[in-house]
């Protein structure tokens, strides 16, 4: 069953297409920044999840401190909208990320992170483009076993080598932590800060992070700020994760249903080019259909997804259109040139998914 907006989208606009609930978006930003306030942390949102600066900005006139952001490019589009405390939460290496690097210092309040001497040395060099001190946090992995150094001393040494740097700052600690392992993080914390002050430094900024780990904000003693970023639309992810229900859910793909050739399956205009193959750290199917949640979105081509119905006790016709909460709400968004705004049952407009696709 096709509901009035879903008919009025898919007329104005063609399925599959992204459509955001305004409403939800606002409650989101509310929810999470009341959350962090109440916990005596800032809120740094990732804005890897949206990608607009437009939203970027409502997020920092609810109350945040800056935001984060994953590459230079995001870095880049929302400093050029005005946005001027940005953190970059990864490994920055080589000459043209560094010239661009000190090109974004040179006008906004920049923050990046380091888990190794390689990317220390590099640094310098956005500093004396910038003609101003560049702040450096050590990335710390705490259980996640991505990106960070592994023991405090590692964290230590870094401080130290970032503190001797021409034109570099040691700013602080960077974490993201397991959802179960904040004990093992607050230690691994405890020794870095207190290895670092012997040697005549602190750590003014201490950034933990993500939307699953909400249920930890301000858990970890002396944790300055929080990075969550999937918070702003939730997914299935953070359904499952229990930081979010399905009301919370502010971004659904509109797919139409084109094909039912047999009374078990079905084909939607959404395939892994819309909902991407992303399994959601290991969700059943592809998606939430809101309309038929029994129903299975069971695996891809490019522009078809396939529906098993046969555990569905309602099923879609051919021309349904239908809306699907995505696994992974972040990789779908960056599939986007725009995204679909409406408010109740009203169609306000489009908004530009700005930083799509800035990969570097």
Not at 96 to 104: F, P, S
Not at 162 to 179: D, H, R, V
Not at 332 to 348: A, L, P, Q, T, Y
Request: aromatic share 4%; glycine share 10%.
């Amino acid at each position: 069953m096709t509901t009035p907006l879903a008919a009025k989208i898919a007329r104005e606009y063609g399925t599959p297409v992204a459509v955001i609930d305004m409403d939800r978006v606002e409650r989101n930003i509310a929810r999470v920044q009341a959350a962090c306030d109440a916990a005596g942390v800032a809120n740094r949102p990732h804005i890897k999840t949206h990608k607009s600066p437009w939203l970027a900005k409502l997020q920092v006139a609810a109350g945040a401190r800056g935001i984060t952001c994953q590459k230079l490019g995001e870095a880049e589009v929302m400093a050029d909208a005005g946005i001027d405390d940005i953190l970059i939460s990864y490994n920055l290496i080589g000459e043209e990320k560094m010239a661009r690097l000190g090109a974004l210092q040179a006008k906004a309040n920049m923050t990046v992170a380091a888990d190794n001497s390689t990317v220390i040395a590099g640094l310098p060099q956005a500093a004396s483009v910038s003609g101003r001190p560049l702040s450096v946090v050590v990335e710390c992995d705490t259980g996640r076993k991505r990106a960070g150094v592994e023991t405090p001393a590692e964290a230590i040494a870094l401080a130290r080598e970032i503190a001797a740097s021409k034109g570099l700052t040691f700013a602080g600690f960077m974490l993201y932590p397991t959802e179960t392992g904040w004990t093992e993080a607050q230690k691994f914390f405890d020794e870095a800060l207190a290895g670092v002050r012997t040697h005549g430094l602190d750590a003014a900024m201490v950034s933990t992070g993500g939307t699953p780990n909400l249920k930890n904000v301000g858990k970890l003693k002396g944790a300055t700020e929080h990075r969550p970023g999937t918070y702003i639309y939730n997914d299935r992810m953070q359904v499952a994760a229990g930081v979010a229900s399905w009301d919370d859910c502010a971004l659904n793909i509109y797919s139409t249903v084109v094909s039912r050739a047999g009374p078990d399956r079905g084909i939607l205009d959404a395939g892994s080019k819309t909902l991407t193959s992303d399994t959601g750290g290991g969700l059943d199917g592809h998606g939430l259909i809101l309309e038929h949640p029994e129903a299975k979105i069971a695996r891809f081509a490019e522009e078809h997804g396939f529906l098993d119905l046969a555990r569905s006790n309602t099923r879609p016709n051919v021309g349904d259109v239908v809306r699907i909460v995505p696994n992974h709400v972040c990789v779908v968004v960056n599939m986007m040139d725009e995204v679909v705004m409406v408010r109740g049952e009203e169609i306000i407009g489009t908004l530009p998914v700005a930083a799509r696709g800035k990969l570097r």
